[in-house]
């Protein structure tokens, strides 16, 4: 099979889902934990000593690139397969026992998908464009930390910070053990395991990205 037939055959769009889900997965370790640095409650100083070095690095500087890569292949792969099984099936289920057929989750992937796309955008606006013009253009560098501060003193930004995490978890719920699933990975001793190590992961890194914004509105930290 050529690479060509892979990425057009359904299985191969399939594991590429799978392959930049998980690859996605390990990048939401990496930045729940460089942005923990605030709980130290130092006024962001040892966070901003970390985000410089994350932002002007130039090997992150040129993953930074295999990321965008990541988000933009797996959104656009899950909505072709998506669009292709709604195709397959134009008229639905005869009976459609919602609970029987699919599990809540597993049917509301799309409009996660979409709350999570939405929520992206919202973040890259708050804290990614201004920083990156900065950074090219030489100018002084943005202060991360207090960037924080200002955004996260806004109560309806904060409360669509939350809604974009809701969604956030019932995709990463869903999606970690069906990644391993989509992969083969399907055993009777090690789909438990999987299963567990999904949801603490999930309530894990949904749990800190949900504290930041928080602390910073009830002044938990300054
Ligand atoms: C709610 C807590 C979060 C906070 C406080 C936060 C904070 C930040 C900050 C300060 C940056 C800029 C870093 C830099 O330019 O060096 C950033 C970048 C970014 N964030 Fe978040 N983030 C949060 C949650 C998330 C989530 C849940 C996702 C993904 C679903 C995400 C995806 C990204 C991406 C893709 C970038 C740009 C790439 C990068 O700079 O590494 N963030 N975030």
Not at 38 to 65: C, K, P, Q, T
Not at 160 to 178: D, E, N, P, R, T
Request: no cysteine.
């Amino acid at each position: 099979m050529t690479w060509k037939q892979f990425f057009s055959s359904s299985i191969g769009k399939k594991i590429t889902v799978a392959l930049t889900g998980l690859f996605l997965i390990l990048f939401l370790i990496i930045h729940a934990g460089v942005n923990s640095a605030i709980f130290l409650n130092d006024g962001g100083e040892s966070y901003n000593v970390y985000a410089h070095f994350m932002s002007h690095n130039w090997i992150l500087r040129f993953l930074e690139v295999g990321l965008f890569a990541g988000f933009i292949i797996h959104i656009v792969q899950a909505l072709i397969v998506w669009r292709q099984n709604k195709l397959a099936r134009p008229v639905g289920y005869a009976v459609n026992k919602k609970n029987k057929n699919s599990t809540w989750y597993s049917r509301s992937m799309g409009l996660m998908g979409t709350l999570i796309l939405l929520f992206l955008i919202m973040h890259i606006s708050h804290f990614f464009i201004g920083t990156k013009v900065a950074l090219y253009s030489g100018d002084k560098p943005h202060n991360l930390y207090e960037e924080m501060l200002e955004i996260f003193s806004n109560g309806f930004i904060v409360l669509l910070y939350m809604i974009g995490l809701v969604a956030l978890f019932w995709h990463l719920i869903h999606g970690f053990q069906s990644a391993f699933q989509t992969l083969g990975i399907n055993h009777k001793k090690y789909t438990p395991v999987i299963k567990a190590i999904g949801v603490a992961y999930t309530v894990i890194i949904i749990a800190l990205f949900a504290l930041m914004p928080l602390s910073i509105y009830f002044g938990w930290i300054k």
